[in-house]
């Protein structure tokens, strides 16, 4: 069987690079590559540059399927592994069985036909492990495959193991020190402590929160039965949910969460700015009927409308929007939505997300701030969102989220150590099954 163009000059390159001091670009532009068709280029150039990007991590899973030692391994054949390798766990459009077979040819063509089984028993073994990943998780292989490129494997299995079990049931006790600020006297709120007694009482058994202080974690008992919950003082909210709240910060006088219902976020970021009116809109009139309903804080306006025509100026000087999004941070919660969500979704989805957050923008007065955030794990849903509205609204900058967590680090409400692990750039990103909560990004833009 013939080895295709690409292949065979990735491997050659490769080799090149292991052998003699070349660099990895300039070899790639070195005029015998020329004559390569743009596909063919492409491919030659992504072999080459993932394969040296993720060498460790590929080594580490051959040597874990090989039945001799790496470093007694040719070159060669190490060469032909690597590649083989890379395409099965990293590239989803090339057919797993093609890359097998085009590396066992190409050790065969280096001379070392004695090891074309030992090539094709290794890169089989990885082809099944990462299937397994697939049919062990009962997740479709389109989205742990991209998992896998986009976060690497050991996170792809992770998240995977996570959305096959029930989550933890995480809690938010109202924050009774603001309610109390605002209350005439009359109306005054049980402090956290108490609360935890009377669940307690109540028999649920809770303990504290792995990323916020204000978050509890249920060990047993039905938190729903509870008083408390009746009366809204205890809320179940996802810690990531709460964290993604927090960014919107303290100390505005008019905000608005312009894709609020239910409300778990309206209502966090009410009670930490019990001087602001806070705008609660949502497209469908039942879910914002059912989020007056759960968030009966009294500095919340609840509208029902499409925030695409808010008939508004710039004059929030915090926004949220929690776009509409896939949800495939939540398939713990929501495992449906893995069988139904397709490729093709993730732009649709995109468009949308695009739209509102333009619309969003032009609401943020001089100064102000934008929170936009998704519990999808799609950066297609995520970063490519933020770069096609910044491309088109110049007066935003995006915020580095570091600073906005070391700020809640170090005024006690973040207790997870690791800030750097909850950041993706200068953006929040949670992973399921990485951090104790649903899968979460966001990003905060400040207008000049
Ligand atoms: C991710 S959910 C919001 C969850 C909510 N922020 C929370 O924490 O409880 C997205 C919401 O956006 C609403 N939505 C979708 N399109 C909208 C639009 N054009 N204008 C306003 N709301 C919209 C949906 O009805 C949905 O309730």
């Excluded at 003082?233 to 949910?241: K, L, N, Y």
């Excluded at 680090?409 to 399921?432: C, K, N, Q």
């Amino acid at each position: 069987m013939p080895v295709s163009p690409a292949r065979a000059a990735a491997f050659e390159v490769l080799l090149r690079i292991e052998t003699t001091d070349a660099y990895a670009s300039e070899m790639l532009h070195a005029s015998r590559f020329a004559k390569l068709s743009p596909s063919d280029h492409g491919l030659l150039t992504e072999l080459v540059m993932g394969v040296l990007r993720w060498r460790g991590l590929l080594d580490s899973k051959i040597a874990e399927r090989s039945s001799q030692a790496i470093a007694k391994l040719d070159l060669e054949v190490l060469t032909a592994l690597r590649l083989g390798a890379y395409q099965i766990l990293f590239l989803d459009r090339v057919p797993r069985h093609a890359a097998v077979n085009e590396s066992v040819e190409l050790a065969k063509s280096a001379h070392k036909r004695s090891a074309a089984g030992l090539v094709n028993a290794v890169l089989r073994k990885i082809e099944r492990s990462a299937s397994d990943l697939n049919e062990g998780f009962s997740h479709p292989e389109w989205l742990v495959e991209r998992w896998i490129r986009i976060y690497g494997l050991e996170a792809a299995r992770k998240i995977c193991e996570y959305d096959q079990n029930a989550p933890a049931q995480a809690i938010r006790i109202a924050d009774a020190k603001a309610v109390e600020l605002r209350s005439t006297g009359r109306t005054r709120v049980p402090g956290p402590t108490r609360v935890l007694d009377e669940l307690r009482d109540e028999r649920v058994q809770v303990e504290p929160g792995k990323l916020l202080s204000t978050a509890f974690t249920v060990k047993s008992g039905d938190v729903t039965a509870t008083k408390a919950f009746r009366e809204r003082r205890v809320m179940i909210q996802d810690e990531g949910s709460q964290l993604v709240a927090m960014l919107v910060g303290r100390g505005s006088k008019k905000i608005l969460d312009c894709c609020a219902a239910p409300g778990g976020k309206t209502r966090v970021i009410a009670e930490r700015n019990p001087e602001a009116v806070v705008v609660a809109m949502d497209l469908h009139p039942q879910r914002a009927a059912l989020l007056k309903k759960l968030v009966p804080t009294e500095n919340i306006r609840v509208i029902a409308g499409d925030v695409r025509n808010l008939p508004l100026g710039g004059e929030f000087d915090r926004i949220l929007v929690d776009a509409p999004c896939s949800g495939t941070g939540t398939l713990a919660r929501n495992p449906e939505i893995k069988w139904r969500l397709k490729p093709e979704d993730l732009l649709r989805l995109q468009e949308y997300q695009v739209e509102i957050l333009r619309t969003a923008m032009k609401l943020v007065s001089r100064g102000g701030r934008i929170v936009y955030s998704t519990c999808s794990l799609e950066p297609e849903e995520n970063e490519a969102v933020i770069q096609k509205a910044l491309a088109v609204d110049t007066a935003f900058q995006v915020v580095d989220c570091r600073n906005e967590l070391e700020d809640l680090r170090a005024s006690g409400e973040l207790v997870w150590d690791g800030v750097d692990s909850l950041l993706r750039g200068p953006f929040l990103r949670t992973i399921p099954g990485m951090h104790p909560c649903d899968g979460f990004f966001a990003a905060v833009m400040e207008k000049e």
